[in-house]
């Protein structure tokens, strides 16, 4: 089916393991995006991409790698996970920007850092 | 930096109601407005996106305008139903920078039967 799907939906790791979010999308958009939502913040960018290979950085970007070596493909990488990263992650695509196209969102993956 | 700011919190209505939720922004150099709707456990689902230069836009039930001046967007909802329970987000996006998408943090509408 098209969409963005993100996995894993739910994960538990400890302070200094590395984590990879996962993040697909079937549209070929060529704009992809990293958000972490916590309460009291809302929702924060944390990196996106413009293409394949091309990525900067958002609000929030410290602590996290991203790559983007298919257009497809968007994973977030926590290096070293630390407990303020415990959150939900959203990936989120769209065609253009400066456009009227919205983003278009996944259905999240919940973050746990013990 | 910008700011977006969402009242209230919270709101409970009675079905069939009609209602408004309110989102303000500090910067009004803002190059669009997307209200969502995100639903437990769910990501965002983009319901209306109005270009900086538009006043409001329409679709079903829902209606939003844009104030631009005064750094303000209301949603209104018409003949509210159960279904429409959710959590409701405004963003904006700014002029310095193409994808950067401010939220607020919502406002969680219960409609009761």
């Known amino acids: 089916d098209a969409g963005i799907t993100q996995s894993p939906r739910y994960k538990i790791t400890e302070t200094g393991r590395q984590v990879t979010l996962m993040c697909h999308q079937t549209?070929?958009?060529?704009?992809m995006f990293w958000y972490r939502q916590d309460l009291g913040h809302g929702l924060r960018l944390i990196y996106y991409s413009a293409a394949a290979d091309i990525t900067d950085k958002g609000e929030v970007p410290d602590g996290y790698v991203v790559s983007r070596s298919k257009t497809e493909n968007f994973p977030l990488t926590l290096e070293s996970a630390t407990r303020s990263q415990t959150s939900v992650y959203f990936c989120?695509?769209?065609?253009?920007?400066?456009?009227?196209?919205?983003?278009?969102f996944g259905d999240g993956t919940r973050l746990s850092i013990l | 930096k910008q700011e977006v700011t969402q009242i209230p919190a919270a709101l409970s209505v009675p079905e069939g109601e009609n209602l408004v939720l309110n989102c303000s922004f500090t910067?009004?150099?803002?190059?669009?407005l997307q209200w969502f709707r995100q639903d437990p456990g769910k990501g965002l689902t983009s319901l209306l996106l109005i270009q900086s230069s538009q006043r409001e836009q329409t679709s079903g039930r829902l209606n939003a305008s844009l104030d631009k001046s005064s750094g303000r967007s209301t949603l209104y909802i018409a003949a509210s139903q159960p279904g429409d329970s959710a959590t409701y987000l405004c963003?904006?996006?700014?002029?310095?920078?193409?994808?950067?998408?401010?939220f607020g943090t919502g406002t969680r509408l219960t409609v009761i039967p």
């Open positions: 549209w070929s958009h060529s704009y």
């Open positions: 963003a904006v996006t700014d002029q310095t920078g193409a994808n950067n998408l401010f």
């Open positions: 989120a695509s769209s065609s253009l920007t400066y456009s009227n196209q919205p983003q278009h």
């Open positions: 910067d009004s150099a803002i190059y669009n």
